[in-house]
């Protein structure tokens, strides 16, 4: 069986030749021949297309299974989305993506795992319990920067974020694990200098965050690499700023989305506007860059919370070392609270680039 794997809107993160979460079927589904392509017009000669979609990538995969007499499965975080059991595709696949293809090649999806949802199979799984387990993803090729994921899921509900929904209870690699396939990387790729973690949280977990740095600074990969991701501004203390800096991270980033702290309630944020202020004081305290994203149009904003934002940021961004990196539009997706049963064939659902 030959199937090829396709990230629909091309790769989530530029930085790779494709997206992570097809690497990780690659390397961890046996039984087949499984390729990876990066243009949809590749999607020929094979025995099954697997697509991967978030929300603003449906329309896409819709139009490739409505273009193609080859069996289909999709997966992804579109899989929140109930309406998509109404199309055509063999299988939508909700969950863990690797035990799910690997059920598939077994058994052809014919087993005790299918669900009659709507009319249309399912495979449902949820919860590698050891992520430790998996293979290393394949990332296809890679420059100077090399991504990589150490965890699966948040600890945090944010109301207009799925993650939770999607992923279930957050697990993390062990710090050894993580430790050893960034060796991998360095001698996977002889250029790479940026270790880039696309974790919605990794340092969520504080014991393994402190086993992180203690191996880190042990092997001196602090003098190997530079390394960035998301931290939680809640979570920032002049301890673990200190100790981020030592690893070599090249700046702080984190979601502050509103200057108000009401908003911060509506979206269930767990953070205040204080929050996010002392963690761009200790940041710049501690001689790091610091950037933020922002959001807005939440429903239920007012005049006034945008008063309040526009305070925070003109307090902020008149230094050099602050920027909004990431600028937002709200968006009700699946998933979230606030989805409102919008279909994700129509409108825009590309948030990036609001005011």
Same mark, same amino acid.
């Given at each position: 069986?030959?199937?090829?794997?396709?990230?629909?809107?091309?790769?989530?993160?530029?930085?790779?030749?494709?997206?992570?979460?097809?690497?990780?079927?690659?390397?961890?589904?046996?039984?087949?021949?499984?390729?990876?392509?990066?243009?949809?017009?590749?999607?020929?000669?094979?025995?099954?297309?697997?697509?991967?979609?978030?929300?603003?990538?449906?329309?896409?995969?819709?139009?490739?299974?409505?273009?193609?007499?080859?069996?289909?499965?999709?997966?992804?975080?579109?899989?929140?989305?109930?309406?998509?059991?109404?199309?055509?595709? @063999?299988?939508?696949?909700? %969950?863990?993506? /690797? !035990?799910?293809? #690997?059920?598939?090649? &077994?058994?052809?999806?014919?087993?005790? =795992?299918?669900?009659?949802?709507?009319?249309?199979?399912?495979?449902?799984?949820?919860?590698?319990?050891?992520?430790?387990?998996?293979?290393?993803?394949?990332?296809?090729?890679?420059?100077?920067?090399?991504?990589?994921?150490?965890?699966?899921?948040?600890?945090?509900?944010?109301?207009?974020?799925?993650?939770?929904?999607?992923?279930?209870?957050?697990?993390?690699?062990?710090?050894?694990?993580?430790?050893?396939?960034?060796?991998?990387?360095?001698?996977?790729?002889?250029?790479?200098?940026?270790?880039?973690?696309?974790?919605?949280?990794?340092?969520?977990? @504080?014991?393994?965050?402190? %086993?992180?740095? /203690? !191996?880190?600074? #042990?092997?001196?990969? &602090?003098?190997?690499?530079?390394?960035? =991701?998301?931290?939680?501004?809640?979570?920032?203390?002049?301890?673990?700023?200190?100790?981020?800096?030592?690893?070599?991270?090249?700046?702080?980033?984190?979601?502050?989305?509103?200057?108000?702290?009401?908003?911060?309630?509506?979206?269930?944020?767990?953070?205040?506007?204080?929050?996010?202020?002392?963690?761009?004081?200790?940041?710049?305290?501690?001689?790091?860059?610091?950037?933020?994203?922002?959001?807005?149009?939440?429903?239920?904003?007012?005049?006034?919370?945008?008063?309040?934002?526009?305070?925070?940021?003109?307090?902020?961004?008149?230094?050099?070392?602050?920027?909004?990196?990431?600028?937002?539009?709200? !968006?009700?997706?699946?998933?979230?609270?606030?989805?409102?049963?919008?279909?994700?064939?129509?409108?825009?659902?590309?948030?990036?680039?609001?005011?």
């Amino acid at each position: 069986m030959l199937i090829k794997l396709y990230n629909c809107l091309g790769v989530e993160h530029p930085v790779s030749e494709y997206s992570i979460g097809l690497g990780y079927l690659k390397t961890n589904c046996t039984g087949a021949d499984i390729e990876i392509v990066t243009d949809r017009w590749q999607l020929k000669d094979c025995d099954l297309i697997g697509l991967s979609a978030v929300a603003d990538g449906v329309r896409e995969a819709v139009d490739i299974l409505e273009s193609t007499d080859i069996p289909v499965i999709i997966g992804g975080q579109c899989s929140l989305w109930k309406p998509l059991r109404d199309f055509p595709f @063999k299988y939508v696949i909700v %969950g863990e993506g /690797e !035990r799910s293809l #690997q059920n598939f090649i &077994d058994f052809g999806g014919d087993y005790t =795992g299918i669900h009659q949802l709507e009319g249309r199979r399912t495979i449902e799984f949820y919860d590698i319990p050891n992520l430790d387990d998996l293979n290393f993803p394949d990332r296809g090729r890679c420059a100077e920067i090399v991504p990589i994921i150490t965890s699966r899921g948040c600890p945090y509900n944010c109301h207009f974020c799925s993650s939770q929904k999607y992923w279930g209870k957050p697990r993390f690699v062990s710090a050894e694990y993580f430790i050893t396939e960034v060796y991998h990387l360095l001698a996977q790729y002889k250029d790479m200098k940026f270790l880039y973690i696309l974790d919605d949280l990794f340092m969520a977990d @504080k014991k393994r965050f402190e %086993g992180i740095y /203690e !191996r880190w600074m #042990q092997y001196e990969l &602090d003098k190997r690499l530079v390394i960035g =991701g998301f931290v939680r501004s809640n979570l920032i203390t002049k301890e673990t700023v200190k100790m981020l800096k030592d690893m070599g991270w090249h700046k702080l980033r984190f979601g502050a989305e509103s200057g108000s702290d009401r908003v911060l309630k509506l979206l269930n944020k767990s953070t205040t506007v204080e929050d996010n202020q002392r963690c761009i004081d200790i940041g710049l305290e501690a001689g790091l860059r610091v950037s933020f994203s922002m959001m807005w149009h939440v429903p239920g904003e007012t005049i006034e919370d945008r008063r309040l934002t526009g305070e925070f940021l003109k307090k902020n961004l008149c230094n050099p070392k602050v920027s909004i990196e990431g600028n937002y539009h709200f !968006r009700p997706y699946p998933g979230t609270k606030f989805y409102n049963g919008e279909s994700l064939l129509e409108g825009e659902w590309n948030t990036r680039g609001a005011a």
